[in-house]
DNA sequence: GCCGTTTTCGGCCCGACTGTTTTCAGTCG
């Protein structure tokens, strides 16, 4: 039996098909027109089956006869008869190799028709055995950034991001939890610390029948390839698409040492079980014990409590001095999604996003924010449509005649400005002077020294309109590092002009990293949560970046939008030169 | 292949810059 197929796997399916067709030497728009659909299935707001039941699949932008062909086929069958001819005309590999960062077709085929190279491994080869920097066009750097682009590709397929993982994990749940006998599910490990990147799905199931029989069902579900049993607690499910998950089941009685066993992390353990020692207990087999006596934990806690502690929240369990802090009462009271106030960084259809202001304006309200801060890109952004000066006057008026209609909701007029080469936005004083407030973000020239890259983030501190650095680092997770940065500059620097670094809530971004953006809240910098929505669904991404802000310890008071609209815009003008003075 | 219509084809996001190499593929939103 196969796996239910969701709107991940045809989008893959999809954008697979592009690949082939790409290295094919395909009509690039109709490449791109496979690219658009896949982008167009992978946005659905819902599960596949319903957006084509509903006919909302149909009527997507994107999505036209051919590619909702191909998308009945593969919910339906399962896979494609289009992506395994195009698999019998060019080989697999080729297509992983434009995942590498440097490498697109045209060098994709040189390598492939002068080095019969068609693999991964075989690239590898290659390029340590300097056949690639032979090739016309080619050099030792190439083949150096080739190398590193495949150990990325390796770590890659070890981890996955946290908003898939957080999906697969809820789909998995919903599915145990109709298992006869179980009471309770929890998804624990690295999804409910909420760690960016995740390595392994973990579920703990509480159930008041014996493992054994939970096991037998567990096999009977739709979609398991495989039940790889490790002991007589634990199983490993496989699933027909590769992918697997841990199944951990417990009794009621033992469920708070288990949970907090399977949630970790390692280092948080540790503590845990020393601490425990000095109180005379201890941690064995995740149950806990004092002396040969077995204590019941029907839940966390009460076994936070039989140590002396306060329950520490999941986010926080990563061995950072949660222990101390909960012995001492003294955890903080972390940010929570309800405190958030108003939504920042969001792009419309004036630049490169997909909805329109009042699109975004109206879902935000509906789910329950007070304002929204539309900031579209700004000029030097050509190919994102970024605005010039006429046009932030135009949407200024929409935005203006918006407020007028909307009862209760503000929409900020904000802008996604370029900090160019020297530190300088993209617009003079008199164009952001306009504005309620400013978000300045590098987007080119990521390669400059970590000296000139630290200045020009110092020097754009220091331009009083602007009020937040967007993604402070540039790093997409699993696909480019971060800028090279003296943080502990910018950090100070922040603190002291009064310029908040944003915790950009983009799942292929989580940049501030929560490890740093406590460093920025121990050296007393503000922070904001940014969306970074290119379109409605992207609103809800703020909840990632919430998840990491309680990693990193923030209360709602360190976080600029859990101001009201009021509060926030004069936060962002207290920067700004007095008029006539 | 999709879109939009000035309905059945023509147009489809740019362009400045970079790195490596020596004329251009790849990058950035």
Redesign the pocket.
Known sequence: MTRTVDRRDVAEVLDRIASFMELQGE?P??V???R??AR?VDALPKPIQDAIDDGSLAR?????????QIVHEVVTTGHSSLLEDLREQVPPGLVDMLA?????????RMIHERLGVDSLPDLEAAAREGRL?AL??????????ILQGIASLRRASEYRLLHHATEEARHLTTALNQLPGVVQTQVVGDVRRRMELVQELVIVLVADVPPAEVFRRLADLPGIHELAGTDERVVTLRFAGGSSAQIIVTTPVNAGAVLLEATGSRAHLDQLADHAQSKGFALHGAALWRGSEFITTPDEATMYRALGLDTIPAELREGHGEIEAAAAGSLPDLVQAGDLKGLLHC?TTMS?GANTIEQLALAARDAGFQYLGVTD?SQS?????GLDPDLIRDQAETIDALNERLDGFLVLKGIEADIL?DGSLDYESDVLAGLDFVIG?I?????MSREHMTGRLLSAMDNPYLNIIG?PT?R?LMA?NPYPLDLDAVFAKAAATGVALEINADPHRLDLDWRLAARAREAGADITIGADAHGVAGLANVRFGIDMARKAWLTAERIANTKSATEFVAWAKRRRPRAGG
Request: glycine share 12%; net charge positive; no cysteine.
């Open positions: 009509q728009f109709r791109r027109a496979f658009s659909s167009a997507s932008k994107g999505i036209g006869p051919s590619t909702m590498i960062s440097g490498l697109g077709v045209a060098k994709i920097a016309p066009r080619f050099g030792k750097k190439t083949a150096e950034n792009h490169d890109h952004a050509t190919l994102a449509g080469v973000s987007h080119s020239r990521f390669n993604h540039g997409l480019r």
